[in-house]
């Protein structure tokens, strides 16, 4: 969703890049909780672009954080294995909501349990010791 990327985007350079994280992820995290909630069409779509611009205002904030952490001399080989984790992670949330619908013939497990990932995400961002990027360039 391009409107979170150039909101949180223009947000980062006021809050930082890890609080901007923070706020995408916390969208993210309510669109999950409105998807539980969810009993129209409507709904269903508020709950997409809620979740859409999470996840479009948090995706470039992993670049920022990741330069402030490491330094632009890693930020190469740290960025290919975040975004291969990311991948693998990605593909197998459906798996797994797949297998929760079969089991017990609702998404809502898999909803919330969504919303508790995003929820964990901005918990462990807190400990993130964000340095100058020009410190390790």
């Known amino acids: 969703f391009r409107s979170g990327k150039i909101v949180l985007g223009l947000a980062s350079d006021r ?9 995408a992820t916390a969208f993210s995290a309510a669109g999950m909780l409105v998807f539980v909630g969810a009993s129209t ?22 670049t920022t954080i990741s330069v402030s952490l490491f330094g632009l001399r890693a930020v190469g080989a740290v960025m290919g294995a975040i975004l291969a984790l990311i991948g693998i992670v990605g593909a197998g ?10 089991d ?9 349990l969504g919303a508790a990932v995003f929820v964990l995400s901005i918990w462990m961002s807190r400990s993130l010791a964000v340095r100058s990027s020009l410190e390790n360039s």
């Open 41 to 62: 069409p409507h709904l269903l779509l508020v709950a997409s672009a809620v979740v859409g611009f999470g996840f479009g205002g948090g995706t470039p904030q992993i």
């Open 15 to 23: 809050i930082g890049g890890r609080r901007a994280y923070q706020v």
């Open 93 to 102: 949330g459906p798996l797994v909501s797949g297998l929760i619908f079969d």
């Open 104 to 112: 017990t013939g609702s998404y809502l497990t898999a909803f919330g």
